[in-house]
């Protein structure tokens, strides 16, 4: 029988994101110019923006709490009824009905998708409550027309 090594945990390294640099980097420690971070306006800082706003993106499309996501950044559908309902609440006349169209349209499309593909039993059930909400109120549309 082959004996085998033991696993050793693994060491993760904590890296300062303003430096890029490691508590150990001998640069870092004597403050050289390899250690500051880059001024604003330069392509490297340009990009590291770019990355932080992408990993923020990314963190919010994954939601809150992580093992049972309640919350996250709207998508495209929720930000669209929310736009809707913005410019409906500022407007009047003749702009008003479409902006209460795109709010009741993207929040169908929505909860359609929260309560066909939700990622856990809350979200299937926001979902349906978003689309009872938009055939509720349709009804009520439909019935103050006849």
Do not use: C
Not at 123 to 133: C, E, I, K, Q, T
């Amino acid at each position: 029988m082959e004996s085998r090594a033991p696993v050793r945990p693994r060491q993760d390294r904590q890296v300062d994101l303003r430096t890029r640099s490691t508590p150990d980097d001998p640069a870092a420690a004597r403050g050289s110019a390899a250690a500051q971070p880059p001024a604003v306006g330069e392509p490297e800082a340009v990009g590291a923006e770019r990355s932080k706003l992408g990993a923020l993106w990314r963190w919010g499309q994954h939601g809150w709490p992580a093992r049972f996501p309640v919350v996250q950044f709207p998508n495209a559908p929720l930000l669209v009824a929310l736009i809707g309902s913005f410019a409906s609440s500022l407007t009047d006349g003749v702009a008003h009905p479409y902006a209460r169209g795109a709010f009741y349209a993207g929040l169908s499309v929505w909860a359609w998708g929260e309560m066909s593909s939700g990622v856990n039993w809350f979200r299937r059930v926001l979902g349906v409550g978003g689309l009872a909400y938009v055939f509720l109120e349709l009804g009520a549309a439909l019935a103050a027309r006849s």
